[in-house]
């Protein structure tokens, strides 16, 4: 079953050269009981997908479609709907989470305002479930009185993490929540977010990441963005093991060999640089870089075709009724 369905959602930012279309057009589903990855270069709309589905603030704005989530089209909640259902049905922990905590306030009074924002009166309870939860993610119960400025950078995560799920969200999106993390971190990070997962704190995660090394680690799904559209959705087994859409290939093959040390191997990054999401062209977004691309690629846009089991990807050279 469905948690969340994203249908030709167009998410710009206005600017005084005209609209930068970072999300356009992009459908998926995010199905209870799994982690759906969202991975793409820098720049190709993640953040911005993720974060309309909470708080649109100006620049940004909503030029289309629709985010069924629960029944309920996110992109006509009021404000003070949008307030209700964050932390207790959706929530994020954004990319900057070391830093997204209140640094005037202690872990408890965070929680604390939040929960009482939410309508629970019993400030014991609260802390109680705080406590339970610090232990959950290995903190000691004594972070409760203390100021984020006084934890580490890891510590601080982990208790960005405990406030983003206190209350019980449906879908929790975690935004780059690992990029900036040693290896190390990064596992207890993605174990955390499996625990939440089975203990039933959470149903569904969308996991967001530039680094597609990450996804077979944690996502069910994958969805490859690239320049604002969505190139392939798939099993991320799959993905990896048998990539349709010709981006997605150049992303597999960029990344470092499994097994040879990262000093010795040479990045072989994608050559050229994503167009601009301000005017962009008609036709494949990819067209500029990629190495198949035909002349009818430069007029058409390829529509998001299934080519396997579950597995959906858009380019010309793939299978679908216009072939
Ligand atoms: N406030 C803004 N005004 C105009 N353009 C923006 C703004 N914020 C982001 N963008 C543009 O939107 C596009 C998508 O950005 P973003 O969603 O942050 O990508 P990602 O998370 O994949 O790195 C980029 O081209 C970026 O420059
Ligand atoms: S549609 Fe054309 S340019 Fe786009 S990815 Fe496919 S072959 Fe390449
Ligand atoms: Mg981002």
New binding site residues.
Partial sequence: MSLLEIRDLKIY?R?PRGP?K?VDGVSFDVREGEVFGIA?E????????VHSLILRKP??FHAGGEAIFKGKDLMKLSEEEARKIRYTELSIIPQYAMNALNPTKKIKDIVWDLAREHGYEDRSEVEGLLRERLAMVKLSPKVADMYPVELSGGMRQRATMVVSTLLNPDLLIADEVTSALDVTTQRVVIELLHHFMEEGIVKSIIFVT?DLALLDKIADRTMI?YAGKVAEIAPTEEMISSPAHPYTKLLLESLPKIGVRYKETKLNGIPGYPIS?LNPPKGCRFYTRCPYVMDRCREEEPPLVEVGDDHYAACHLLGGENQ
């Fill in positions: 930012y600017t930068v970072a793409g820098s720049g190709c709309g993640k953040s911005t997908l620049p940004m530039h963005l999401l």
